[in-house]
């Protein structure tokens, strides 16, 4: 069973990038697409972006596209999000999810992932 584990979150001024990384321990790791999601305070766990389990393919939710890039490199057992162009908005708990089942999943699907890791903090001040 793939367990992740977040980290790279922080404190940035509105502009700024950052880079998060989900480590994910077990074997399989490169069978299973991978997701990120968010939750900020009193809202909604959101859905922001997703990976296949080959890399070749990625979905974003609208409010990221052309700022956050999601990407693996499955030899390190690793998922990334690049953040750019950071808003206040996007201020979070910034949680890496593994697909439910492995090989080709609809990326594009929030509950085709579950297994959740504990989370990162992302704060933008504005």
């Known amino acids: 069973q793939v367990q992740p584990v977040e980290s790279g979150g922080g404190l940035v001024q509105a502009g700024g990038s950052l880079r998060l990384s989900c480590a994910a321990s077990?074997?399989?790791?490169?069978?299973?697409?991978m997701g990120w999601f968010r939750q900020a305070p009193e809202k909604e766990r959101e859905f922001v972006a997703a990976i296949s389990y080959t890399g070749g393919a990625t979905y974003y939710t609208d409010s990221v596209k052309g700022r956050f890039t999601i990407s693996r490199d499955n030899a390190k057992n690793a998922v990334y999000l690049q953040m750019n162009d950071l808003k206040p908005e996007d201020t979070a708990v910034y949680y890496c999810a593994v697909a439910k089942t492995m090989g080709s999943v609809y990326l594009g699907r929030s509950g085709a992932f579950s297994s959740w890791g504990q989370g990162t903090q992302v704060t933008v001040s504005s």
């Open positions: 077990g074997r399989t790791f490169s069978a299973y697409a």
